[in-house]
């Protein structure tokens, strides 16, 4: 018989290096979650991603257990890796603060297709295009997509 469900949490912690302290000791323990249990796990499934930035949905259960699913990290955060830049422009549409490829754009639509509402590459790819505009970066050389449609 399944588990009964009593909340969803989502966070964002950093890989490997989770802590009771910060937003994830207060954020369980309203819930009544073992924050030191939850800590273990994550530190122990996260270890090769250590430092990241990476949401986590937390399922919590009426008995106090829980399960927790790793997503891949937020597409501004590997954007901003990739262009080299600690954040994004106040004024995406006035002020350029970096720039990426192509290139890059498609191994980030890729390694984030898990999570993503996309079919197909292309369509993810539309999408990291806009979230780097968004965040003040251009994007250079030429489209994939000019040569499909």
């Known amino acids: 018989?399944?588990?009964e469900v009593a909340t969803y949490i989502k966070l964002q912690v950093q890989g490997g290096v989770a802590s009771p302290s910060g937003t994830v000791g207060p954020a369980l323990g309203s819930?009544?979650?073992n924050?030191?249990?939850?800590?273990?796990?994550?530190?122990?499934r996260t270890q090769?991603?250590?430092?990241?930035?990476?949401?986590?949905l937390i399922t919590?259960?009426?008995?106090?257990?829980?399960?927790?699913?790793?997503k891949t990290p937020?597409?501004?955060?590997?954007?901003?890796?990739?262009a080299q830049i600690k954040k994004g422009s106040p004024e995406s549409n006035r002020k350029k603060v970096g720039s990426v490829t192509w290139g890059d754009v498609e191994a980030i639509a890729t390694l984030k297709m898990p999570?993503?509402?996309a079919f197909s590459l292309p369509a993810a790819m539309k999408m990291i295009a806009g979230t780097a505009r968004s965040i003040g970066?251009?994007?250079?050389?030429e489209s994939p997509q000019t040569n499909q449609e």
């Open 115 to 117: 999570d993503l509402n």
């Open 74 to 82: 937020p597409s501004p955060v590997l954007l901003m890796k990739k």
């Open 31 to 33: 819930k009544g979650v």
């Open 48 to 56: 090769d991603k250590q430092g990241e930035l990476l949401p986590v």
């Open 1 to 3: 018989m399944a588990k």
């Open 60 to 70: 919590v259960y009426k008995d106090k257990s829980f399960d927790f699913i790793v």
């Open 35 to 44: 924050i030191m249990d939850f800590c273990k796990q994550f530190n122990a």
């Open 137 to 141: 970066l251009t994007i250079s050389g």
